[in-house]
Protein backbone atom coordinates (compact mmCIF):
# COMPACT_ATOMS: atom_id res chain seq x y z
CA UNK A 1 0.00 0.00 0.00
CA UNK A 2 3.21 2.43 0.24
CA UNK A 3 3.73 2.25 -3.25
CA UNK A 4 0.43 3.20 -4.14
CA UNK A 5 0.50 6.24 -1.57
CA UNK A 6 3.76 7.37 -3.34
CA UNK A 7 2.63 6.76 -7.00
CA UNK A 8 -0.35 9.08 -5.99
CA UNK A 9 2.31 11.95 -4.34
CA UNK A 10 4.38 11.77 -7.53
CA UNK A 11 1.56 12.48 -9.98
CA UNK A 12 0.36 14.97 -7.80
CA UNK A 13 3.85 16.57 -7.68
CA UNK A 14 4.33 16.56 -11.45
CA UNK A 15 0.38 17.75 -11.83
CA UNK A 16 1.96 20.52 -9.76
CA UNK A 17 4.73 21.14 -11.66
CA UNK A 18 2.82 21.47 -14.83
CA UNK A 19 0.53 23.85 -13.32
CA UNK A 20 2.72 26.13 -12.20
CA UNK A 21 4.17 26.37 -15.48
CA UNK A 22 0.89 27.38 -16.87
CA UNK A 23 0.34 30.26 -13.90
CA UNK A 24 3.57 31.45 -15.01
CA UNK A 25 2.95 31.32 -18.98
CA UNK A 26 -0.40 31.93 -18.58
CA UNK A 27 -1.16 34.42 -21.18
CA UNK A 28 -4.72 35.50 -19.87
CA UNK A 29 -6.00 36.35 -16.01
CA UNK A 30 -8.53 34.11 -15.62
CA UNK A 31 -6.02 31.38 -16.89
CA UNK A 32 -3.85 32.31 -14.09
CA UNK A 33 -6.45 32.28 -11.58
CA UNK A 34 -8.02 28.74 -12.77
CA UNK A 35 -4.07 27.23 -12.60
CA UNK A 36 -3.52 28.67 -8.92
CA UNK A 37 -7.28 27.35 -8.02
CA UNK A 38 -5.75 23.41 -9.60
CA UNK A 39 -2.78 24.21 -7.41
CA UNK A 40 -5.10 24.48 -4.33
CA UNK A 41 -6.82 21.58 -4.92
CA UNK A 42 -3.67 19.75 -5.56
CA UNK A 43 -2.35 20.90 -2.09
CA UNK A 44 -5.45 19.74 -0.78
CA UNK A 45 -5.85 16.08 -2.18
CA UNK A 46 -1.93 15.78 -1.72
CA UNK A 47 -3.03 16.64 2.70
CA UNK A 48 -5.75 13.55 2.29
CA UNK A 49 -3.32 11.56 0.90
CA UNK A 50 -1.02 12.67 4.14
CA UNK A 51 -3.96 11.77 6.39
CA UNK A 52 -5.14 8.78 4.73
CA UNK A 53 -1.95 7.54 4.85
CA UNK A 54 -0.98 8.41 9.06
CA UNK A 55 -4.28 7.37 9.55
CA UNK A 56 -4.85 11.35 11.08
CA UNK A 57 -7.77 12.64 10.90
CA UNK A 58 -6.91 15.30 13.23
CA UNK A 59 -6.22 17.77 9.92
CA UNK A 60 -9.42 17.25 8.01
CA UNK A 61 -11.35 20.21 9.56
CA UNK A 62 -7.97 22.09 8.11
CA UNK A 63 -8.88 20.84 5.03
CA UNK A 64 -12.45 21.49 4.96
CA UNK A 65 -11.28 25.56 5.88
CA UNK A 66 -8.57 25.42 2.95
CA UNK A 67 -11.12 24.24 0.71
CA UNK A 68 -13.53 26.70 1.21
CA UNK A 69 -11.17 29.88 1.45
CA UNK A 70 -9.74 28.43 -2.10
CA UNK A 71 -13.57 28.27 -3.52
CA UNK A 72 -14.56 31.69 -2.33
CA UNK A 73 -11.15 33.28 -3.61
CA UNK A 74 -11.48 31.84 -6.56
CA UNK A 75 -14.82 32.95 -7.24
CA UNK A 76 -13.98 36.12 -6.24
CA UNK A 77 -10.96 36.61 -8.19
CA UNK A 78 -12.61 35.27 -10.97
CA UNK A 79 -15.89 38.04 -10.60
CA UNK A 80 -12.88 41.12 -10.34
CA UNK A 81 -11.07 39.87 -13.26
CA UNK A 82 -14.53 39.52 -15.45
CA UNK A 83 -15.25 42.70 -14.36
CA UNK A 84 -12.03 44.44 -15.08
CA UNK A 85 -12.04 42.87 -18.80
CA UNK A 86 -15.44 44.41 -19.28
CA UNK A 87 -14.70 47.62 -18.21
CA UNK A 88 -11.81 47.69 -21.04
Known amino acids: MD ?3 VIVLGIMVLAGLLTLVR ?8 DRIA ?4 FVVLIIGATAVYVAYF ?4 NIPLLVAFALL ?3 GSATAA ?6 EWHR
Not at 35 to 38: C, E, F, K, R
Not at 55 to 58: E, L, N, Q
Request: net charge positive.
Open 3 to 5: TVY
Open 23 to 30: LFRGPDTL
Open 35 to 38: ALDV
Open 55 to 58: RDGS
Open 70 to 72: AFV
Open 79 to 84: RLAERR
